[in-house]
């Protein structure tokens, strides 16, 4: 891990790392940065495509709720086996007032209870998409995709958190405040052609930084969680300690 004043950097190793990154990053957020809906707290996610950039939004609204981590773990994790804890997670998320209205991996809006019992919304927008595949822009085809946040974040009932995921695509001059900004990359190439951030790894570290594995101890990601907001220091504390130094290791 290497700590770089209002950012930290490191490496993950498995798939459960990347969740409990997201979960410890949801925990240090203070509470009542999430209690104006006119200023949810706002994500910036990046990174390489297949990098499993979506765990980082689902693992942190289960932490904010309260709720162990899903049991399926992925597109393909469902199993006669795991369909009892399924059903129980499914029955504790409900117990929380969850409620999810959109289309799910593009436009989502998410009400629920928050651990300590107060409501939250939120938000999760993929900026790849162009604006009228998003549901709630249906009326409004043509704004652009800083506009479209703006409307988004403008139909809240609740304060809570706005996730931009491919937030690289946002355009240039976009009046959209940002709170923390994590970038995640395996060895797979940014959606936009961005250059990626982590080079020069020796071949026993880069021969588990491929696309999502089966093998869920073998994630290797590169992670930089940026904060540009005073209140977030304990973010930073909590990615530092979520992340590895592995650089140079022997895994």
């Not at 958190?161 to 240039?172: E, G, I, R, S």
Request: aromatic fraction near 8%; hydrophobic fraction near 40%; glycine fraction near 8%.
């Amino acid at each position: 891990m290497m700590a770089m004043g209002n950012a930290v950097s490191g490496y993950t190793i498995s798939r459960d790392d990347i969740v409990s990154l997201s979960r410890n990053i949801a925990a240090a957020v203070p509470l009542l940065l999430l209690e104006d809906v006119d200023a949810p707290l706002t994500i910036a996610i990046k990174g390489s495509y297949s990098c499993g950039k979506k765990i980082i939004s689902d693992s942190f609204v289960e932490a904010m709720m309260g709720l162990d981590p899903c049991p399926l773990k992925g597109a393909s994790g469902w199993s006669p086996e795991n369909r009892k804890d399924y059903g129980a997670y499914l029955a504790a998320r409900n117990a929380q007032g969850f409620v999810f209205k959109g289309q799910e991996g593009k436009d989502e809006d998410i009400t629920a209870r928050r651990i300590d019992g107060q409501p939250i919304e939120f938000l999760y927008v993929d900026l790849l998409y162009n604006t009228p595949f998003l549901s709630f822009c249906a009326n409004t085809p043509d704004i652009t995709l800083d506009e479209a946040v703006k409307k988004f974040n403008a139909g809240r009932k609740y304060g809570g958190v706005t996730f931009l995921q491919n937030a690289d695509n946002l355009p240039d001059g976009a009046d959209i405040k940002v709170d923390i900004e994590i970038w995640l990359e395996n060895d797979s190439q940014n959606f936009l052609g961005n250059a990626l951030r982590c080079t020069g790894l020796p071949d026993h570290l880069r021969a588990i930084f491929g696309a999502a594995a089966t093998d869920e101890n073998r994630w290797g990601r590169y992670c930089e969680v940026k904060v540009t907001n005073a209140a977030l220091g304990d973010v930073l504390r909590a990615s530092a300690e979520s992340l590895h130094n592995i650089k140079g290791a022997a895994l």
